[in-house]
Every structure is written in structure tokens, then in C-alpha cells.
Nanobody
Framework: QVQLVESGGGLVQAGDSLSLSCGASGRTSHIAAVGWFRQAAGKEREFVAGITWTGMDTYYEDSVKGRFTISKDNTKPTVYLLMNSLKPEDTAEYYC??????????????WGQGTQVTVSS
């Protein structure tokens, strides 16, 4: 079992920055990758960014490339999502999720509770 806790959401204005944190606990040695997802009201959940647990590889959804940066603190089991140049369309509930080594690529099996990001125009 892996437990995840997100933090850092809030209300900001367009153009502002915000940093989200995802702290993992439990069987962190089983983690292969961490992803950030978001779900806006009335829309399906979408992938935003991902990082391997080693921190060696990162992945981004096209609309956030160049604005968002995912990173991992190798001194503690925490992944961050730095969001710059925020736009109103970035408004959503943001979730972090973990894929363990026994899962296929893109099959995230542990999820946090989510944190709301609201960007006003």
C-alpha cells in the first residue's frame, strides 16, 4: 500500500505561479513513477505530468509544456508540480497518483485525495 497526500492548491490569478506537493508514504520502494492528473468540472480526468521515481525521466501533456515542471525531492518521498503562467483553463482538481512496479505503463494504482487549483482571469 502507498498513501499519497497532496497540498498546495489555491486560488490565484492568471499569470501567477503555484506549486503542488505530493508526499508518499507506505511501500515507497514499490513506486515506479508518479503522475499528476487533473479533472475540471464536467470534464474527464487528464494526465498533466509524470516522473519516474528515480527522477530521471519526465513527461508532460502538451498544453503544460514549458509552463509546468515536475520534480522529485530525492531526500524524501515527495514530488512537486511547479505551475507557472497559469491560465483559467488550468482550473481543476489536481491529483497525484503512483504506479508501482507491478503495473503496466500508465496504469496508476494509488491516488491522492486531490487539491483544488482555481485560476481567475
Amino acid at each position: 500500500q502507498v498513501q499519497l497526500v497532496e497540498s498546495g492548491g489555491g486560488l490565484v490569478q492568471a499569470g501567477d505561479s503555484l506549486s503542488l506537493s505530493c508526499g508518499a508514504s507506505g511501500r515507497t520502494s514499490h513506486i515506479a513513477a508518479v503522475g499528476w492528473f487533473r479533472q475540471a468540472a464536467g470534464k474527464e480526468r487528464e494526465f498533466v505530468a509524470g516522473i519516474t521515481w528515480t527522477g530521471m525521466d519526465t513527461y508532460y501533456e502538451d498544453s503544460v509544456k514549458g509552463r509546468f515542471t515536475i520534480s522529485k525531492d530525492n531526500t524524501k518521498p515527495t514530488v512537486y508540480l511547479l505551475m507557472n503562467s497559469l491560465k483559467p483553463e488550468d482550473t481543476a482538481e489536481y491529483y497525484c497518483a503512483v504506479r508501482t512496479f507491478d503495473r503496466a505503463t500508465n496504469d496508476y494504482n494509488y491516488w491522492g485525495q486531490g487539491t483544488q487549483v482555481t485560476v481567475s482571469s
